[in-house]
């Protein structure tokens, strides 16, 4: 009996629905485990580039020549670089295309660099809706399972005379395995969404900083 | 998930690995005391010899030889054993007829000891019985008894109670008696002196009503009369009559005219006026 109890065994023995409903839940955890390395990747080299890029700018050297520096890297820069390039570069070409108001140079610029922001931001923030929609609905997947095979179970039961244990524990322990699934895929994709939305809220913020600083920066170039 | 693929390979390798990680450790995890048994099946090592033919025939036929010893050993082994076996069972039937027999005459015994037994005990039920009827009967007799004397006693009582209370109702009745009595002599004498008070106040009535005639001597006469009045104290008209005269015919006049005067006479009414029906009235002057 021990045998016919294992996990293997109840998974293969299971109705078809179980075991559709197992399949999903077995891919949407697969898919939210890869989301989360892959977040976690893309988010590490954003905080990291924006510490890099924020020494940079920090460090008292001319803009225009970080602006070239930049250029010359290539375009597959992101992140803060990125919002710095869109802004720079609007209030270079606002300036040799004559405008000499300050303000209408400063504003041109910040709106770019909020284009570029928004991007960026969006960029950090793919996949994580996938994370919460698996985190939210998996456990109620697996429950579907759940009550699908107990459901069986119990119909199953209805044909005998003499109900015995034996006779229901398979069928609700193959049952029960559907929950656990999606509650094995559930806790890690809420517990990353969380974690997740923090960082890039954080991101956020560190970057709308910084177009305020440097827009701050380019008004007074602008004045000059 | 395709374009997730493209983009990071790493991150779902990275994820495939540790879904099949949690399986393998799931699946082995559990059924890790069911392995062993599995895994290590009993191999049977099969040993092999090159041989020469005749040698082999010989071995052939020795085993043949053998082989045949042995099923006649076995036949022989068999045949003692049935002879064995038949001995056994008639030993066994034998001892089983013994078994039986015995086991009859135990029973008999047994039958025997128990209907005794029986015997006795229905005997030693009988008496028991019989002294539980004496016994119950002599209670009865005895409740009887009580029951009996408790009613004697009970008649006794109700005869003593309805005893007294006839005395009771006699004695009552001769108390009402005597108090009616009583009652009617005190009426009695009421109504005497009732009829006294309203008899001088007629006299009283008659007296204001009569005129002195001035004849000597008047105040010492005195007259009877009888007057005869209907309810409310009218004088019938005839209804005076002198009974007893006073020598005086004018003076009898004069009363009698008086009393006609008089009329309505102040009288009782209801039941004292009966004794004013026929009222008789001695008259005399008053001063």
């Known amino acids: 009996m021990s045998t016919d109890l294992s996990i293997t065994h109840l998974i293969l023995n299971a109705s078809i629905v179980v075991q559709l409903v197992i399949g999903l839940l077995v891919f949407a955890s697969v898919m939210s485990w890869s989301m989360i390395f892959d977040r976690r990747r ?74 570029s922001l928004n991007r960026e931001v969006d960029r950090l923030e793919n996949h994580l809706s996938t994370l919460a929609t698996v985190g939210s609905t998996s456990p109620y997947v697996g429950l579907f399972g759940t009550v699908w095979g107990i459901m069986n ?60 600083e440097f827009a701050t920066i380019l008004q007074r170039q602008a004045g000059n | 998930m395709l374009a997730m693929l493209k983009r990071s390979p790493v991150a779902v390798f990275l994820a495939v690995a540790l879904h099949l990680l949690i399986v393998f450790f799931l699946i082995f995890g559990m059924e890790w005391e069911l392995f062993p048994q599995q895994e290590n099946p009993q191999v049977e090592v099969v040993q092999a010899h090159a041989v020469d033919m005749k040698k082999l025939r010989q071995v052939e036929a020795e085993e043949k030889a053998r082989a045949r010893e042995k099923k006649e050993q076995q036949a022989k082994k068999q045949k003692q054993a049935e002879e064995k076996k038949r001995l056994a069972a008639l030993e066994k039937k034998r001892k089983a ?102 008899v001088a106040v007629i006299k009283q009535q008659i007296n204001r009503n009569w005129r002195r005639t001035g004849l000597p001597g008047e105040d010492q006469l005195t007259c009877r009369l009888r007057v005869r009045l209907i309810p409310g104290g009218e004088v019938i008209p005839g209804g005076v009559s002198i009974v007893k005269s006073s020598g005086n015919a004018a003076f009898d006049n004069k009363v009698e005219q008086a009393i006609y005067k008089a009329s309505p006479l102040p009288v009782p009414s209801g039941p004292l006026f009966e004794s004013f029906r026929n009222l008789t009235i001695d008259f005399k002057p008053s001063k």
């Open chain 1, 153 to 212: 179970s119990f119909t199953a039961l209805g044909n005998v005379k003499q109900a015995t244990l034996g006779l229901v524990a398979p069928g609700i322990a193959e049952a029960l395995i559907a929950t656990a699934i999606g509650l094995f895929a559930a806790i890690p994709a809420v517990v990353a969404y969380n974690r997740y939305s923090n960082k890039v809220e954080r991101l956020n913020n560190r970057y709308d900083d910084f177009v305020e």
């Open chain 2, 97 to 198: 007829d013994a078994e039986a027999k015995r086991k009859a005459v135990a029973k008999q015994k047994a039958e025997a000891e128990a209907k005794r037994k029986a015997e006795v005990k229905r005997k030693a039920e009988a008496k028991r019985k019989a002294e539980e009827k004496r016994k119950a009967d002599a209670i009865a007799k005895k409740k009887a008894e009580e029951k009996r004397k408790a009613e004697a006693e009970a008649k006794r009582k109700a005869e003593a109670k309805r005893q007294a209370e006839l005395a009771a109702k006699r004695e009552a009745a001769a108390r009402a008696e005597r108090e009616r009595a009583l009652q009617d002599q005190l009426a009695a004498e009421q109504n005497a002196r009732e009829t006294d008070r309203y």
């Open chain 1, 42 to 115: 893309v988010l590490r080299q954003a905080g990291r580039a924006a510490d890099d890029f924020e020494n940079r700018f920090w460090s008292g050297g001319d803009l225009a020549e970080l602006y070239r520096q930049l250029e010359r890297d290539g375009d597959d820069e992101s992140g803060m670089a990125a919002i710095f390039r869109a802004g720079f570069r609007e209030f270079a070409r606002l300036r040799t295309k004559g405008h000499n108001d300050p303000m209408a140079l400063v504003q041109g610029a910040q709106r770019s660099m909020r284009v």
